[in-house]
């Protein structure tokens, strides 16, 4: 019913951008959250940051990434400034999304993931 389709991810050097996008198409009357995870190798998958009523950001990316919405394209972005090799990751987006109306259900659907590399 949903699909999510992320891209813009890819190998940079430390220090470097690199902007990431994904795209939410199918049966969608709205969406609540849009955000982006990330999972290492041999980590947990961990939030990244997240957009609903308000942004949040772990820790670790604040200062360096920013999380933006395009409402009317059902996408979300995340530009990453000053990469670093601990970056590297398989960035995951998803979205809270209601099918039909205001009062059906929420669902949380996920993109298939991009992959992130920093090099030092």
């Known amino acids: 019913q949903v699909q999510l389709v992320e891209s813009g991810g890819g190998l940079v050097q430390a220090g470097g951008s690199l902007r990431l996008s994904c795209a939410a198409s199918?049966?969608?009357?709205?969406?609540?959250?849009m955000g982006w995870y990330r999972q290492a190798p041999g980590k947990q998958r961990e939030l990244v940051a997240v957009?609903?009523?308000?942004?949040k950001y772990a820790d670790s990316v604040k200062g360096r990434f920013t999380i933006s919405r395009d409402s009317a394209k059902n996408t979300v972005y995340l530009q990453m400034d000053s990469l670093k090799p601990e970056d590297t990751a398989v960035y995951y987006c998803n979205a809270d999304i209601r099918h039909y109306s205001a009062y059906d259900p929420q669902y949380r659907y996920w993109g298939q993931g991009t992959q992130v590399t920093v090099s030092s």
């Open positions: 199918g049966s969608i009357f709205s969406i609540n959250v």
């Open positions: 957009s609903g009523g308000s942004t």
